[in-house]
């Protein structure tokens, strides 16, 4: 099989091959291995990038909860709480509980498998 590459292209899979300590034509190889055989699947530049701002949102929401519930183990119960504010932080719970477990969930997609 031979594989053409303009010259920007090339550079990539040669940068991309010597960070993984290979040959370009080695690390291009494997490549279209796990791509065949279902265990890489690629993804853009943008959706890597949602994908790690996901990670980051998941990482801060998860600090979010942590602060929420020393607040609410320092004051009075979320009971105790206007309707308003008993609200937002249940709300703001769930919120990170759907992001917690959409994360996990792309995160386990995109896990090479073996």
């Known amino acids: 099989m031979n594989l053409s ?30 791509v065949a055989q279902h265990t890489l699947v690629p993804v853009s530049r943008d959706a890597a990038d949602v994908l790690r701002e996901l990670v980051q949102a998941r990482v ?19 009971a105790d709480l206007p309707a308003t504010a008993a609200t937002v932080v249940a709300r703001a719970l769930d919120a990170v509980a759907r992001v917690d477990e959409a994360t996990a ?3 386990r997609e995109r896990r090479p498998r073996s």
């Open 5 to 34: 590459f303009n010259d920007a292209e090339l550079e990539v899979v040669r940068l991309a091959a010597g960070r993984e300590g290979m040959s370009p034509a080695a690390w291009a190889g494997r490549q279209v291995m796990a």
């Open 60 to 78: 801060h929401l998860r600090e979010t909860v942590t602060a929420l519930r020393a607040l609410a183990a320092a004051g009075p119960p979320v």
């Open 105 to 107: 969930a792309v995160m």
